[in-house]
């Protein structure tokens, strides 16, 4: 999407790292939230803002539209990666810890594979990437249903 909208590869470079460097606190900022009210709301957060993160790529016109989007996905990404490995551990059979885990880390190597696969798609039909970037919504919206489905904890604080 960067280079689409004009950026260079050094300033993606940058803003990779930037993305990075936000994720650090807002991971901590996660955490905290997750123990004031519940993990489970500290990830309905993270996957809403992800949702809305993926409706703003279709507006992507400017480096700094890129860079908004950029610091937007640093504020989530570290929290919703930890939140989700922690909210996953409490509701798996303890006995059984590392097959779930396993079972956890092939779905993620497979959503690592199906999210560019869609947006390399959706992007080769539309013409446009900003549009494949949004697509990606949907795969967020169906975690979204899934985790809604899941059991809540009943040792939030």
Same mark, same amino acid.
């Given at each position: ?25 807002? +991971?901590?900022? !996660?955490?905290? =939230? $997750?123990?004031?009210?519940? #993990?489970?709301? &500290?990830? /309905?957060?993270?996957? *809403? ?13 400017? +480096?700094?539209? !890129?860079?908004? =989007? $950029?610091?937007?996905?640093? #504020?989530?990404? &570290?929290? /919703?990666?930890?939140? *989700? ?19 956890y880390n092939i779905l993620g190597k497979f959503s690592a594979v199906m999210g560019p ?41």
């Open positions: 999407i960067g280079m689409d909208i004009g950026i260079k590869t050094n300033e993606l470079m940058i803003v990779m790292l930037v993305v990075q460097l936000v994720a650090f606190p807002f +991971s901590i900022f !996660f955490g905290w =939230l $997750a123990d004031k009210t519940s #993990t489970r709301k &500290g990830f /309905l957060l993270g996957i *809403s803002v992800y949702f809305i993160i993926c409706l703003y790529a279709l507006n992507l016109n400017t +480096s700094r539209d !890129f860079w908004i =989007l $950029a610091l937007l996905v640093g #504020t989530s990404q &570290g929290g /919703l990666q930890a939140l *989700s490995r922690s909210y996953f551990g409490k509701i798996i059979p303890k006995e059984s810890g590392s097959e779930f885990f396993g079972f696969v869609l947006v390399g798609i959706v992007t080769q039909i539309t013409g446009r990437s900003t549009i494949g970037a949004a697509s990606l919504s949907i795969l967020f919206l169906i975690g979204l249903v899934i985790f809604l489905m899941l059991p809540r904890l009943t040792t939030t604080k």
